[in-house]
């Protein structure tokens, strides 16, 4: 093989070649390739800074919440324990009213049978009298009945 100047100028023109297609093309398109590349990373930090942020607003509402459920329990479980005692406090007192009541009905009625008691035993001599004589007739001598037989008569049939 032999060497000439044509090989020389091919190289030559080659070498030139790459050096002005470097210039005008390869360089422009590398600064535009990193340029893109440091928009994008940038585009990725802050999305990344966002979601971050995000993410911790979310944490931040999740406890906010919690908090609100845990206070929303909280006061619905003190009304119903009040609710309950005043409940317990109502019953209590209806039930301290008509336990009087119920008393003072008690007291009432044995103050009735005690009226009635002393108001018949005073007259069940007079009546006995009055039924013997109309049963067996006039003039039979009748002794007058003891404390005692009138009070057993008067408990057999209450």
């Known amino acids: 093989m032999e060497i000439n100047a044509t090989i020389f100028v091919s190289t030559i023109s080659f070498l030139v070649f790459i050096f002005i297609m470097n210039m005008i093309l390869y360089k422009p398109?590398?600064?535009i390739m990193e340029e893109r590349q440091n928009y994008i990373d940038a585009n990725k930090n802050e999305a990344d800074l966002h979601d971050k942020h995000s993410k911790e607003l979310l944490a931040d509402k999740d406890k906010q919440i919690s908090d609100a459920h845990k206070k929303s329990r909280d006061i619905?479980?003190?009304k119903a324990e009040?609710?309950?005692?005043?409940?317990?406090?109502?019953?209590?007192?209806?039930?301290?009213?008509?336990?009087?009541?119920?008393?003072?009905q008690k007291q009432d009625l044995s103050n009735q049978k005690n009226e009635i008691y002393y108001g018949f035993k005073a007259n069940i001599a007079d009546l006995a009298n009055n039924?013997?004589?109309?049963l067996i007739g006039q003039g039979v001598a009748f002794e007058p009945l003891s404390d005692g037989e009138i009070d057993e008569v008067i408990r057999k049939h209450a």
């Open 131 to 134: 039924i013997t004589t109309k």
């Open 82 to 104: 009040a609710i309950k005692e005043e409940k317990s406090k109502a019953l209590n007192n209806t039930k301290a009213e008509m336990n009087s009541f119920v008393e003072q």
């Open 29 to 31: 398109v590398m600064k």
């Open 76 to 78: 619905v479980a003190m």
